[in-house]
C-alpha cells in the first residue's frame, strides 16, 4: 500500500513538478544573441546567390567531386536564414581548430516561462570526420557530455538504419575540416542522390494528411481551370471557388487552418507555372489532375497575382519571416539586372504573406477567411491594396540614389504606407 502511494505522488506531483522546473531552466527572459531584424542587403543576396550556384551545382548531370569553403560570415549567413526555415530565432557560429561554437536564441512558443530559449554549445569535428558534441547548454542548463554522446550516437545509428539516403549523404562526402577562418568541405555531387534527397524531404516535410488535402485542392483547382475559357481573368474567378470547397470541407472535418494550408500550398504550385506532380509525384493510390492554364490577373497584372499567391504558399510552407525575406530578396535580385526593384510587387508579396497568417492562425481566423473569400460577390480590392504610386523597374543605382538599401529611413517610410495599405484592406481590416 505505500508504494502504491509513493507510486502515485510522483505521477501526480513529481513529475508535474520536474516537468515545469525543467520549462522554468531552459527559458529565459533575455536574449542570448540579439536578433538584429536586419533585411537581406544587396551584398547578401549577390553573395547568397554566389554561395548556391558555385557550391550545388543543380544542373550537372555527371558525377563529379566538388571542394566547397564557406568563410565564417558566409556560415553564419547561411545558418540564420536556414534557422529560420524551421524556427524564430537567431545563430551565431564561432569556427576554430577543428570546433564549431554555437550560440543561439529561439523563440519560445510558452512564453508564459520566458520569451526565450538560450542555446550554447561546441561541436569538435577533427579532419577524420568525426563528430563529437563536447559542450551543450541550454538555458541555465548544463547538458551532461555522457548523454550528449549517447543521443548523437543513438540517433546517428537510428537514421542510418532507416534512411538510405542519409548512409548514401554520409558516403559522398570525403573530407572536412574546420579552420579558424573557414569551413572546408569536399563532396563528390552525385545528381541521382540529389533527387533522392529530394523525394525524401517531401515526405518527411508533409504528413500523409496533408499530402491527401493539397492533393484534393490541386484537383479541385484543376476542375474549375478546365471549366473556364478566357485566357485571361480576374484571379477571384479562381480563388472564390476554391475556398467555396475549402469551407464545405471545414464544416465537415473542423479543419479550416489545414483545408487553407493546403489550398495555398495548392494554389502557390500553380501560381508558378508547375503542375503538383513535379512536388508530390503521385503514389499507386493516388490521382492528380492536370489544370488548364490562364493568365489569371491580380490588378490587372498577371505577376502581381504570382508574387501574392506564391508568397502565400512559402508562408505556409516556412514562416512569415522567411517568406518576407524571399519577397524582399527577389525584388534587389531584379534590381541588379532583371525587372528593376518594384514596390508594387513587393505590396503584393507582403499581402500574400498577411493573407496566410490570417488563413491559418487559427480556427475561428481561418473559417471567417474562408466565409469572406467564398463570398460570390468577391472583389479583388477585398484582398488586395491599390498599388497606385509605387515606385517601380528601379535599377541597382536608381534604388541606391532614393533608398540607399532597405534598412534605411526612406525605405522605411514606403514600407510603412504599404504596410498602412494592407491593414486598410477589408479582409485585413474585419478580420484582424
Known amino acids: 500500500m505505500r508504494v502504491t502511494v509513493y507510486v502515485l505522488s510522483f505521477l501526480f506531483i513529481g513529475l508535474p513538478v520536474l516537468g515545469l522546473s525543467f520549462l522554468l531552466l531552459i527559458h529565459s527572459g533575455t536574449a542570448l544573441v540579439a536578433d538584429t531584424g536586419k533585411p537581406l542587403s544587396h551584398e547578401n543576396v549577390k553573395r547568397i546567390k554566389k554561395i548556391i550556384e558555385h557550391n550545388l551545382p543543380r544542373g550537372a548531370r ?17 545558418a540564420r536564414y536556414g534557422l529560420r526555415r524551421v524556427i524564430p530565432g537567431n545563430v551565431v557560429l564561432k569556427l576554430e581548430y577543428q570546433h564549431i561554437g554555437i550560440r543561439a536564441t529561439l523563440l519560445s512558443p510558452l512564453t508564459i516561462f520566458g520569451a526565450y530559449i ?20 541550454v538555458g541555465k542548463l548544463d547538458v551532461p557530455a555522457w548523454l550528449l554522446k549517447h543521443v548523437l550516437d543513438y540517433t546517428h545509428r537510428y537514421t542510418a538504419q532507416r534512411y538510405e539516403e542519409y548512409r548514401a549523404a554520409l558516403s559522398s562526402l570525403r573530407n572536412l575540416r574546420v579552420r579558424p577562418d573557414k569551413i572546408v568541405l569536399t563532396y563528390e555531387w552525385q545528381p541521382e542522390l540529389f533527387r533522392r534527397l529530394q523525394d525524401r524531404g517531401q515526405d518527411l516535410l508533409i504528413s500523409p494528411a496533408l499530402r491527401a488535402r493539397v492533393i484534393a485542392h490541386s484537383n479541385e483547382l484543376a476542375k474549375i481551370t478546365r471549366a473556364q ?6 484571379v477571384t474567378a479562381l480563388i472564390q471557388p476554391m475556398f467555396v470547397f475549402a469551407l464545405q470541407r471545414s464544416l465537415k472535418n473542423n479543419l479550416a487552418v489545414e483545408e487553407n494550408k493546403a489550398l495555398l500550398l495548392a494554389l502557390s504550385v500553380y501560381a508558378q507555372g508547375f503542375y503538383l506532380k513535379r512536388y508530390l509525384p503521385p503514389k499507386k493510390d493516388e490521382r492528380i489532375v492536370l489544370p488548364a492554364y490562364h493568365r489569371y490577373l491580380l490588378s490587372e497584372r498577371h ?22 525575406a524571399i519577397g524582399v530578396a527577389k525584388e534587389i535580385s531584379d534590381s541588379m539586372g532583371g525587372s528593376g526593384f518594384s514596390f508594387a510587387d ?6 500574400g504573406v498577411s493573407f496566410a497568417e490570417l488563413a ?35 535599377n541597382e543605382k536608381t534604388f541606391k540614389q532614393r ?13 510603412n504606407i504599404i504596410e498602412e495599405r494592407i491593414r486598410e484592406t477589408r479582409i485585413f481590416r474585419g478580420l484582424n
Open 62 to 78: 555527371q558525377r563529379h567531386f566538388k571542394l566547397v569553403e564557406l568563410r565564417e560570415d558566409e556560415l553564419n549567413l547561411a
Open 118 to 137: 538560450n542555446l550554447e554549445g561546441d561541436v569538435r569535428v577533427d579532419d577524420l570526420m568525426t563528430v563529437e558534441i563536447t559542450h551543450l547548454k
Open 229 to 234: 475559357r478566357s485566357k485571361k481573368i480576374s
Open 303 to 324: 505577376d502581381l497575382y504570382q508574387h501574392y499567391f506564391v508568397s502565400a504558399g512559402l508562408t505556409v510552407a516556412a514562416g512569415m519571416g522567411l517568406a518576407d
Open 346 to 351: 513587393l505590396i503584393a508579396d507582403r499581402s
Open 360 to 394: 491559418t492562425r487559427d480556427e475561428k481566423s481561418a473559417l471567417a477567411v474562408q466565409q469572406f473569400m467564398a463570398n460570390e460577390n468577391l472583389a479583388e480590392k477585398d484582398f488586395m491594396p491599390a498599388i497606385t504610386d509605387l515606385p517601380e523597374g528601379l
Open 403 to 415: 533608398y540607399k538599401n532597405v534598412g534605411s529611413v526612406e525605405y522605411q517610410q514606403l514600407q
